[in-house]
Structures are given as C-alpha cells and as structure tokens.
C-alpha cells in the first residue's frame, strides 16, 4: 500500500466541491486516511511549495493557497501516487482529461481545485509537513 498528500484548494472549497471531489476519490478506489480542513500558514504554505520558489508564479501560489480553507488529506492505497495524480488530471483545466477532477471542478491553471504528490520523494516530504497540522 502507498500513500499519497491531497489538497482540496480553496477554490474548490468555496464552490462547495469538497464532497463531489471526496465521492470520486473513493469510487476510484482510494482510502482517505485522514482529513482536515484547515487555514495554512504562510510558513507552511512557503515550504510545502518550496520546489516552485524561483518560478515567477510563486508569491500568487503561496497567496492563493493560504486564501481560504483548505482539505489537507492523505490518500491510501495500490499505487496511491499515480492513481491520484491521474484522477486529478492535468495541471492546466484546458488540457484535462474528461472526467478528471481538475476538468470537472477547476477554474484556471492556478486555481486548479486539487494537489497531489507528484513522486514518492514529494509524497513523504509533503505528509510530513502536513503531519503538523492534523
Ligand atoms: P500540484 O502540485 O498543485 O498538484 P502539478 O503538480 O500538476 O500541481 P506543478 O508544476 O507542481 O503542477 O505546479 C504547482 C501549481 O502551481 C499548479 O497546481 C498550479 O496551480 C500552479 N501553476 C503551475 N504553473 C503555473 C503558471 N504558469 N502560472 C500560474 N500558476 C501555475
Ligand atoms: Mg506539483
């Protein structure tokens, strides 16, 4: 079994997608082990998204992401990782996948509705920030 770290973002949060994205996840067969839903910090968010800190995108994806509340959850299950990270769908809402979550619930590029670790390497990394906050 794997586990992986998913973020219900908060635009999605304030569409009121949180349940609808929950009832997908596990119909594809994943386990939310845990969950809260949550206010981050700025040093949290800073952190978490510490890969990104020389793209010019930065300072609005730590903004965005400590706008509103957010579901910090952890995912298990066979193949947790990708299984996640293809139900997601594309980064970018346009180039989604249909039936994706990012194509059914996404706004934009940076408002795109889910996280998901994108390797093993992030998925600890990224639950270990977060063990924190649960
Ligand atoms: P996530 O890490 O949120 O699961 P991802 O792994 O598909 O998404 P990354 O390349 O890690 O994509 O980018 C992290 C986040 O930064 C994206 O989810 C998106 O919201 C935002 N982002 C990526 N590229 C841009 C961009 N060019 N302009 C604005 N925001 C961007
Ligand atoms: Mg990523």
Known sequence: METTLCIIKPDAVKNGFEDKINEKII???LKIIRSK????TEEIASDFY??????????????????????VQILEG??????????????????AEEGTLRK????SLSKN??????????AAREIDIMKKIF
Do not use: C, W
């Not at 793209?55 to 706008?67: A, G, Q, R, T």
């Not at 509705?113 to 390497?121: L, M």
């Open 27 to 29: 119909s594809s067969g």
């Open 37 to 40: 839903k949550t206010l981050l």
């Open 50 to 71: 510490k890969e990104h800190a020389h793209k010019p995108f930065f300072n609005e994806l730590v903004e965005f992401i400590i706008s509103g509340e957010v579901v």
């Open 78 to 95: 066979q193949d947790a990782i990708k299984s996640y990270r293809s139900l997601m769908g594309s980064t970018n809402p346009v180039e």
């Open 104 to 107: 059914l619930f996404a706004e």
């Open 113 to 122: 509705a889910v996280h998901g670790s994108d390797s093993p390497v992030s």
